[in-house]
């Protein structure tokens, strides 16, 4: 995957028109996976994170008063799912639950988030903000972004108008790592419907309903 290693330092929205008409998009959070192979990236992002923020190409569009959203990658797929309010919450404690690894995987696209983020820095503690529900009724689309806040390593998803660094990627290096995954089938579909898990079996079916 060609990733930039020069960044671009501006707010979500500017980084991906920038990246747009460059024909590329943004580095997205499922693309970390490969983005760590590359040791001088890694060496700039963690700088990055140390100085101000990684702003990744991943948004999250909250919906109003509810835990569900789509997180929705740049020049990718789009998910809908539950993601519960979370206040400076240790990755440990989210980790512990269904919607919280579910939550963590579809963001970073691997089970091992802290073996993924200890890559950037494995001394400090990491913890996940999510925006709170009451906050859920204006500015509903916001990015991820990574970085160091003193003792601790944000996951934080609440980003709106902050400058921070992106950096670009080739678009057709990038087509697999994005990752449009397939439809659900209709038995997918009835299991979740069997097994008393109505509100994930509709987050299926308006996933299929999504253009990809």
Known sequence: MQIDHKPIHTIFRDARKIAEKQNKQLLNTNQLTQAV????????MTKEMDDEWFISGTS????????????????GNAVRLRVPE??????SEVMKTK????????????KKVKQLLDNYNKDLSKVVWTRCIEDREDNQERAVRLYFNEDRFDIDGICFGNN??????????????????KKYSKEEIRNEIDNDNPDKALAMMEFNKLKR
């Open 37 to 44: 192979k590359d040791k001088e990236l890694v060496r700039i």
């Open 60 to 75: 999250i569009t909250y919906e109003k008063n509810s835990e569900w959203a789509t997180i929705k990658s740049h020049k």
């Open 86 to 91: 979370y206040r400076r919450t240790p990755l």
């Open 99 to 110: 919607d919280g690894k579910h939550y963590l995987k579809t963001l970073f696209g691997t």
């Open 164 to 181: 921070g660094f992106s950096h670009s990627v080739s678009i057709e290096s990038a087509k697999q790592s994005n990752g449009n995954p």
